[in-house]
DNA sequence: TAAAAGATCCGCT
DNA sequence: GCGGATCTTTTAA
């Protein structure tokens, strides 16, 4: 069995910090409505790697990201869309990691009233900017630190090694081979198995 | 100042 | 499976 630490590592090797990710609880608070989410799958993106943001070195969209670990980085995509990172590394490294999918904890009903266009309940947070909706986190949240209400990282159930798919990552058009992708094998709420 | 790309989602076929 | 929606950020001229 893993031991389960009592904080959660945010330093350290990327692929493991990110790997580590996987299981831990995104909670938010809005008004009374207390959500949460248990993290099935992750990205990582880092400083190195033409595909992430802070490839070109940071920029006033991507200082977040150079910053201190713990803090969320969430950027506006296509437009219409919100994407959650959790910014790791020590202050100074462009390295994050993209939060993909979660399976709703608690809130469920609140998350589906976020999510009019989800016809299944698997559909709530299938997705990076799905999740965005169902928890209703937007770009008011980049840079927040997420040791903090109303949005908080908690640790959760530790994922055992064998339960968990590393591969390669959607949506990008650089660096594509990265196996920088990993979630929890038959979690019903990950974006693509 | 302009232009292109983009870590996606949804509805329609 | 495919294409449209929609607009911020960045880069180049």
Redesign the pocket.
């Known amino acids: 069995m893993h031991k389960n630490t009592s904080k959660i590592s945010l330093v350290g090797r990327p692929e493991e910090v990110a790997v580590n990710l996987l299981g831990c609880h995104l909670i938010r608070q809005v008004g009374m409505h207390k959500l949460m989410v248990k993290i099935v799958e992750v990205?990582l993106?880092d400083q190195s790697d033409a595909?992430?943001?802070?490839y070109?070195?940071r920029?006033?969209?991507?200082d977040v990201?150079f910053g201190p670990p713990g803090r969320a980085?969430v950027?506006?995509?296509?437009?219409?869309?919100f994407?959650m990172?959790v910014v790791i590394g020590e202050e100074g490294t462009g390295s994050?990691v993209?939060l993909?999918a979660g399976e709703p904890l608690e809130g469920i009903e609140f998350m589906r009233g976020q999510?009019p266009?989800?016809?299944t309940d698997t559909?709530l947070t299938?997705?990076?900017?799905?999740?965005c909706?169902a928890l209703s986190i937007n770009?008011e949240f980049s840079g927040h630190d997420l040791s903090l209400p109303p949005l908080k990282l908690g640790l959760g159930v530790a994922v055992s090694k064998k339960d968990v798919v590393q591969t390669t990552?959607?949506?990008?058009?650089?660096d594509t081979d990265r196996p920088w992708r990993w979630y929890i094998q038959g979690n019903p709420y990950v974006?693509r198995q």
Do not use: Q
Not at 75 to 81: D, I, K, L, S, V
């Open positions: 990205e993106y595909a992430s943001h802070s070109r070195g920029t006033p969209r991507t990201m980085y950027y506006f995509t296509y437009g219409m869309h994407c990172n994050a993209l993909r999510r266009s989800a016809k559909e299938n997705g990076p900017a799905k999740l909706y770009k990552r959607v949506g990008i058009s650089k974006s």
